[in-house]
């Protein structure tokens, strides 16, 4: 039986062929790992650019228990009225007062009050509320309560920068367990627990296919490339994989250990 808590946190979800191999291997890989929580950006599950109802509960349907997001969750039709219903959905924290939908949530499960936060950084992407100013508002709003079940605090810092990522990471350290970057579809190796208990990824990666350019046919972007044209850029199909990480904590919500998780 594992020790400690378990939270299993997904990159990017890409199109039908990363909705395809989490429906194929998640439950298994979650039980394998004993992953009390799983979490996994949806934002690029719907063709590869924003999230739909009917892909939301695909990706609910494969053992996710939380929904994040990031910048590409407006793209479709219908957006404002999915992330203002009924499924675990979040998009970024840090829009603008009025924005649909919200930034977080809380679920106890497996013994333990988690608690889901989904930012979004402002360095080479639109310039929205400080996420610093907004993690620090939501954390003391919510203070940790010294009763049972205990708090488990995770971000999903949907960012371009790392710089920004390390900096949010290494300001947040000891408040939360754990804070893992999205958005660049690449896997890092630079995964560490801080020296107050956090543990930090730069980037989770991404479940989608292998032969790409970050989910993207490779035709098609090495055209936009070579050409500088506005080609779409169209998801790749094939062989997929999943990548993530799987963080560990203890019963104050320190982080013990992270394993980089890729499966194909």
Request: overall charge negative; glycine content about 12%.
């Amino acid at each position: 039986m594992a020790s400690g808590y378990r939270a299993l946190m997904l990159g990017d979800v890409i199109g039908d062929s990363g909705l395809r191999m989490l429906k194929g291997k998640l439950p298994a890989l979650a039980a394998e790992l004993h992953a009390d929580i799983v979490i996994a950006n949806g934002e690029n599950a719907a063709g590869g650019f924003g999230l739909t109802q009917e892909s939301a509960e695909a990706l609910v349907g494969t053992g996710v228990d939380v929904i994040t997001s990031g910048n590409h969750i407006w793209e479709k039709k219908g957006a404002a009225e999915l992330l203002d219903g009924s499924l675990p959905i979040l998009r970024p924290a840090n829009y603008p007062r009025g924005a649909a939908g919200r930034g977080l949530l809380t679920l106890e499960k497996s013994g333990a009050a988690w608690l889901i936060i989904n930012l979004q950084g402002r360095e080479g992407l639109r310039p929205i509320d400080c996420p610093f100013v907004t993690a620090d508002t939501i954390l003391a709003e919510r203070p940790a309560s010294a009763v049972n079940p205990p708090r488990i605090v995770l971000v999903d810092f949907h960012a371009e920068s790392f710089v920004e990522k390390q900096a949010l990471a290494m300001y947040l350290d000891g408040r939360i367990g754990a804070l893992a970057g999205t958005h660049t579809h690449v896997q890092t190796m630079d995964e560490r627990i801080l020296p107050g208990g956090t543990g930090f990824i730069g980037d989770l990666g991404m479940c989608g296919p292998v032969d790409s350019i970050i989910g993207v046919k490779i035709e098609s972007c090495l055209r936009r490339n070579l050409t500088q044209m506005p080609i779409k850029m169209e998801v790749a199909e094939g062989p997929s994989m999943i990548n993530g990480a799987l963080f560990e904590f203890d019963e104050a919500g320190r982080c013990l250990s992270i394993r980089r998780i890729r499966l194909e």
